[in-house]
């Protein structure tokens, strides 16, 4: 029996050793990452208030976009700022959330939701006056505290169809009066 209860209590504090270990190897976040993560919220910010200024301290003149609008010609951060502008044209109420921010290196992800009411025209296409709710992911490497490439996934088939410009899987076809002739 007492050697039993010693077995256990040895059980025991091998358990809480070993989760002891687990808990301190956890990876500790650098200056370089936190700063990266706040240039991302910056970012976030600027979607938010339609207020652009200042992202030149955060994005690189020349960042790459790899999810490239059709709509917008412009490039780097003078394309961030039109597509901010064109976002915030045709969602005035658009509000961004963020639901979890990752850094690793130089690479910050970002896990986002997006809410808004197509109020106003996206390049060709007519106002709704229905509302979005997508969630996408923001991948983005940094440079010197810079953003210099982004990567990302929204939604876009969610978004198209709770404007009423795509059928609901299982649907009928929606409404495609409000779509730009090609």
């Known amino acids: 029996m007492k050697i039993q209860k010693i077995t256990q209590l040895m059980a025991v504090c091998l358990i809480f050793s070993l989760a002891a270990c687990s808990i301190s190897a956890t990876k500790e976040e650098?200056?370089?990452e936190a700063k990266n993560k706040e240039a991302i919220q910056k970012v976030n910010d600027a979607f938010n208030t339609g207020n652009t200024e200042g992202l030149e301290n955060y994005v690189a003149e020349n960042m790459i976009e790899h999810?490239?609008?059709p709509m917008i010609k412009t490039t780097g951060l003078a394309g961030l700022k039109d597509m901010i502008k064109i976002f915030r044209g045709a969602y005035p109420d658009m509000k961004y959330t963020v639901l979890g921010t990752w850094a690793e290196g130089d690479v910050v992800i970002m896990h986002f939701n997006l809410k808004g009411t197509n109020s106003g025209a996206m390049g060709e296409m007519s106002p709704t006056n229905k509302s979005i709710d997508v969630n996408g992911v923001d991948?983005?490497?940094f440079e010197n505290g810079k953003g210099v490439e982004?990567?990302?996934?929204?939604?876009e088939g969610k978004m198209m169809t709770q404007l009423g410009m795509m059928p609901s899987p299982g649907g009928?076809?929606?409404d495609t009066t409000n779509m730009?002739?090609?």
């Open 30 to 32: 650098t200056g370089d």
């Open 67 to 69: 999810q490239q609008d």
């Open 139 to 141: 991948i983005v490497r």
């Open 150 to 155: 982004h990567w990302g996934y929204m939604e």
């Open 172 to 174: 009928t076809p929606a």
């Open 180 to 182: 730009a002739s090609h």
